[in-house]
């Protein structure tokens, strides 16, 4: 061998120890611990993470089982890692990726683990080194901790959430009870004390010509009054809605309305004379209700269509009328700031009733408000 040879391999050596060196340092830095296992499924060597992660020094873990090595002296046969270490190894030695994700209950921590066997090519060119599969474990404890504390909050937060569904759900009942007693206290006891008030007038204008005057203000006086408790009374909780159905009641709301409004009304149904659950009866007419007070407000609208039908199992209220339109995520804007909470009213009420509401609308095109509930037949 000639002095240039001799030179080349000696240059050729030493960029092999120096790019072994590097490597090692490499793998060494990891903060994973990367092992190298032989056929038998044990470590034929290990970076320097198996010192920090406390399994021992590197010297000392050659020939050790991986599970031996995470569990020194473990004997139980459910041990998690052991039961994930045999079903792998039996992956492994068919040629495929093993990995999962521990609870390490005996180091209190969460791993991550990947075994994945050689190829071919590669433990040849090891030169028989008897290396056949390699081992990555990742320490996954913070990421998983910080998963279960955000789940315990999404929970905390969904109970939140359910506690306020159900205690707005009894509010609204608890309103429309209310909204029932009071129209009920109009209706029955103001209303028939005035109709009596208003009949002792009448008698006492028949029996005194002089006092007429007086009594003819008070008469009427009285039967203003008496048509405001009407009026109050119904706009509170029309009794019609509970005596015979939604369907007779937005009939006579919605007559009622155009007429005083002076717009063009259409109402159609395809339910017949069935009654609809309580609660469906009900939210169908605030939302009525809710969508033509604002028609009158602010659509400048000459014709309002209604709808209500049953379809794919679906109760289905649909109102549109021809008016200016609106932006609707402008209005939803004003209502998150609290200047106007109509929109967001409707939105919760159907919400509460287990319904969907969808409304579009356009500045020029006028408003669509479209509600769904689930329904069976036989429901009410």
Same mark, same amino acid.
């Given at each position: 061998?000639?002095? +240039? ?22 793998? /060494?830095? !990891? ?34 089982? !991986? ?31 093993? /990995? ?94 005035? *109709?009596?008030?208003? @009949? +002792? ?15 003819? /203000? ?23 809605? /509970? ?13 009622? *309305? ?53 379809? +794919? ?10 008016? @200016? ?56």
């Amino acid at each position: 061998m000639n002095a +240039n040879t001799s030179e080349n391999l000696e240059q050729l050596l030493a960029q092999i120890r120096q790019a072994k060196l590097e490597w090692e340092t490499t793998v /060494d830095a !990891l903060p994973q611990v990367v092992c190298l296992l032989n056929q038998g499924g044990y470590v034929l060597r290990a970076n320097r993470a198996v010192e920090r992660w406390g399994y021992g020094r590197v010297q000392d873990v050659k020939g050790r089982e !991986l599970h031996e090595l995470v569990h020194p002296s473990c004997h139980d046969v459910e041990c998690a890692f052991n039961t994930f270490w045999c079903a792998a190894w039996a992956r492994v030695a068919m040629g495929q990726v093993a /990995d999962a994700e521990i609870e390490d209950t005996h180091t209190l921590r969460y791993l991550h683990v990947q075994v994945s066997p050689l190829n071919h090519a590669r433990q040849e060119e090891l030169n028989g080194s008897g290396s056949f599969a390699a081992v990555i474990i990742h320490d996954i404890t913070e990421r998983k901790r910080a998963e279960q504390e955000r789940e315990r909050l999404l929970a905390q937060v969904r109970a939140g959430r359910e506690q306020l569904r159900i205690l707005s759900r009894r509010m609204l009942d608890v309103q429309e009870n209310e909204r029932r007693h009071i129209a009920r206290e109009l209706h029955d006891d103001i209303g028939q004390d005035l *109709t009596a008030v208003k @009949i +002792n007038l009448q008698a006492v204008q028949r029996l005194a010509e002089t006092a007429s005057p007086y009594v003819e /203000d008070s008469v009427a006086i009285v039967e203003r009054a008496l048509q405001q408790v009407r009026n109050l009374s119904l706009e509170l909780r029309p009794s019609m809605l /509970d005596d015979l159905g939604l369907i007779p009641a937005l009939r006579w709301y919605i007559g009622r *309305t155009a007429q005083r409004a002076g717009f063009q009304a259409e109402f159609s149904s395809q339910i017949g004379d069935a009654r609809l659950p309580p609660e469906i009866e009900t939210t169908c007419f605030r939302i009525t209700q809710a969508a033509l007070t604002n028609t009158v407000k602010h659509a400048r609208a000459d014709r309002v269509l209604i709808h209500l039908g049953i379809q +794919n199992g679906e109760v289905c209220l649909t109102i549109r009328d021809n008016g @200016i339109g609106f932006d609707v995520d402008a209005a939803r804007r004003r209502a998150m700031e609290g200047s106007s909470l109509g929109i967001l009213s409707m939105e919760e009420r159907v919400f509460l009733a287990g319904g969907r509401i969808e409304i579009e609308s356009a500045l020029g095109h006028g408003a669509e408000v479209r509600v769904s509930f689930p329904y069976t037949e036989g429901s009410s």
